[in-house]
């Protein structure tokens, strides 16, 4: 059993399984594996797990390890790629997995005195379409889906990582959504 962080609870679950389904998703930041063989169990084809530590060797055939700094990684072109608590700075190998992905599954939090992924990686998912957000206490999960032309007004989990220097409680942020402004793309 593994801790909170990282978790998905039932209902997060069901609402990534059609996004993982016969899908090659890298677990970008895999650390132990554990998030890796989940989302194998929700649908994934196969999982290519990548991370600059040392990770255990997998258990399943059809989750593929390497360990590499994300800006020197150069694989093939990303379909779904999974980021749960990424580093709070600002790493722009991530950031270029990131963009070249069509779909991008976050899982996190940004509240309560807790901060993952930096402001410049939530200013960039603001150029994204919005195909899943299911905020929880413990952790938020959002799936990221094709490029916006225009902007858009921050999720509650969004504007928390952005403003991550201020620390907002996560009933604040998601009770204010309707008033959280817009932010320009930069």
């Known amino acids: 059993m593994h801790s909170s962080y990282g978790q998905l609870n039932d209902l997060q679950r069901e609402a990534v399984r059609p996004y993982l389904q016969g899908k090659v998703v890298y ?9 890796s063989v989940e989302l194998l169990a929700l649908g994934a084809l196969r999982v290519e797990a990548l991370d600059k530590a040392p990770m255990p060797k997998p258990t399943d055939s059809r989750i593929n390890t390497t ?16 980021l749960s608590w990424p580093a709070n700075r600002d790493d722009f190998g991530l950031f270029r997995l990131v963009e070249q992905s069509d779909t991008v599954i976050y899982l996190g939090k940004n509240t309560d005195m807790t901060a993952c992924g930096s402001p410049a990686l939530f200013k960039r998912f603001l150029k994204r379409e919005v195909l899943e957000y299911l905020p929880a206490f413990k952790n938020t999960l959002i799936v990221y889906g094709p490029r916006r ?12 990582g952005i403003y991550n220097q201020t620390w907002f409680s996560y ?12 932010i320009e793309f930069e």
Do not use: H, M, N, W
């Open 67 to 82: 360990r590499a700094y994300f800006e020197d990684y150069f694989g093939r072109p990303i379909s779904t790629s999974f």
């Open 171 to 182: 009933e604040q942020v998601e009770a204010q959504l309707d008033t959280l402004p817009a």
């Open 27 to 35: 677990d970008l930041g895999a650390g132990d594996l554990l998030l």
């Open 149 to 160: 032309v225009s902007g858009r007004k921050p999720l509650g989990e969004e504007f928390a």
